[in-house]
């Protein structure tokens, strides 16, 4: 079992859910995040020190899939997600401990 986190431009988040809709997942959760990634022109320097002017509004997709499937997953949120700007988002793909099997 993985867990894909795909962090994602709010106008595309329904698009990714749609486009996973029919994607074999174990479950899915979704929330609204902030944060910035390499776009430097949202950084500015105050007395020496960065800081960030503005975090910029994203939504993160959690979903939980069986390994085998991994690959089709990520590759369906990659596809509805990408505008070929900078900002677009990030997938990450991590493991899940299943702790319903332990006795």
């Not at 899915?28 to 007395?47: A, F, I």
Request: aromatic share 6%; hydrophobic share 45%.
């Amino acid at each position: 079992m993985r867990e894909v986190i795909a962090i994602v431009r709010p106008i595309v988040a329904e698009r990714v859910l749609e486009a996973l809709r029919l994607a074999p997942l174990e479950a899915c959760s979704v929330r609204e995040v902030k944060g910035y990634g390499r776009q430097k022109s949202y950084l500015d320097r105050y007395c020496d020190s960065d800081y960030a002017r503005a975090f910029l509004p994203k939504v993160e997709i959690q979903v939980w899939v069986d390994d085998a499937r991994v690959e089709e997953v990520v590759e369906r949120i990659a596809t509805a997600a990408r505008t070929g700007r900078m900002g677009d988002g990030k997938i990450f793909v991590l493991p899940a401990l299943d702790r319903s099997a332990e006795g």
